[in-house]
């Protein structure tokens, strides 16, 4: 079975003036790439790649990780997929209109294009249903509701510095988004690959970040930590041995329940919760081109 590393997930304000301008145009449902090209691909090391631009460049990446990462869903929400979709590499290179619309969703237009291309290409078809499923639920640690020493509410509203963003890309002014530091990002969130894992993030809520645990656990995580609105957070850890080929625990890295409860205050405790499946009904390989 192919390693699956969870993307760096990356929405910096500071990187993209279309995230205001996304306001003024006009809602869609679908979308497709201009151009799109697919081939196979077992060597070499996995990238994704999308620019703001309308480049979409990912070498090396399993059948399984298109689908999870058009759809928005975690690995174990996934049922009926072949095992060819999960140790086969393929390579998809296309061009998406970042100006296209705005997606009706919480997705991207490349999430709606590549939607697209693999119900064309690879005759995904797929239905959706709730199960209940083994979960982690994300809640506190403290009965007081004390929270670790890295974690603390958001420095910045991002929300409100959305226009001047936007304004000062018209204008070609610097972003007002102050710089990230090693132990934060302004208006996102990020997650470097390796042995040892560093997540930050700033002025987002924990939706995103339940989103990276689910990768990191292999279970769909929910959250029962009653924190609503934005957090600055970042935390440290041994990534999971199956997320890392040939990887070996670093012993001056904690793993991932140790460091959610030392740096952030939260934990994660089995449970079982309803789960939305995307049952897979029919999945073609892709004909190269």
């Known amino acids: 079975m192919r390693h699956l ?58 059948m399984e990780r298109f689908i999870t990462a058009a759809f928005q869903l975690h690995p174990d929400q996934l049922t009926g997929l072949p095992a060819w979709a999960r ?19 919480n997705s991207s237009i490349w999430q709606l294009a590549l939607r697209r291309l693999l119900a064309e290409r690879a005759q995904l078809k797929f239905r959706r249903e709730v199960q209940q499923r083994p979960v982690y639920a994300l809640a506190r640690v403290r009965s007081d509701g004390a929270l670790g020493p890295n974690i603390k509410p958001a ?13 000062a890309a018209r204008s070609g002014q610097p972003s007002p988004i102050p710089p990230a530091t090693d132990t934060y990002v302004p ?9 040892v894992r560093l997540i930050r993030s700033g002025g987002v809520g924990l939706f995103e970040f339940r989103q990276e645990l689910s990768v990191l ?7 029962r930590t009653s924190m609503p609105g934005n957090w600055d957070f970042f935390l440290t850890f041994t990534a999971p041995d199956r997320l890392v080929a040939g990887g070996t625990p670093d012993p001056g890295a904690p793993d991932l329940f140790t460091a ?26 892709p004909t190269p081109d």
């Open 187 to 195: 208006c996102g969130l990020r997650s470097t690959p390796g042995q």
């Open 155 to 167: 420095q910045i509203d991002c929300d409100a510095l959305k226009p001047k963003v936007e304004a």
């Open 5 to 62: 590393r969870p993307l760096a997930t990356v929405c910096l304000l500071s990187c993209v003036a279309a995230i205001g301008l996304a306001q003024e145009l006009p809602t869609i449902r679908e979308a497709s790439f201009e151009a799109a090209t697919i081939k196979r691909n077992d060597s070499g090391r996995l990238t994704w790649n999308v620019s703001v631009s309308g480049r979409y460049a990912v070498t090396n990446v399993a």
């Open 260 to 285: 959610l409860r030392e740096q952030l205050g939260l934990k994660l405790e089995s449970s079982v919760g309803p789960v939305e499946m995307f049952v897979i009904e029919r999945l073609e390989r």
């Open 87 to 105: 140790d086969e590499g393929w390579d998809i290179t296309a061009r998406f209109d970042p100006q296209l619309g705005r997606p009706a969703d």
């Open 217 to 223: 656990t292999g279970r769909t995580v929910i959250d």
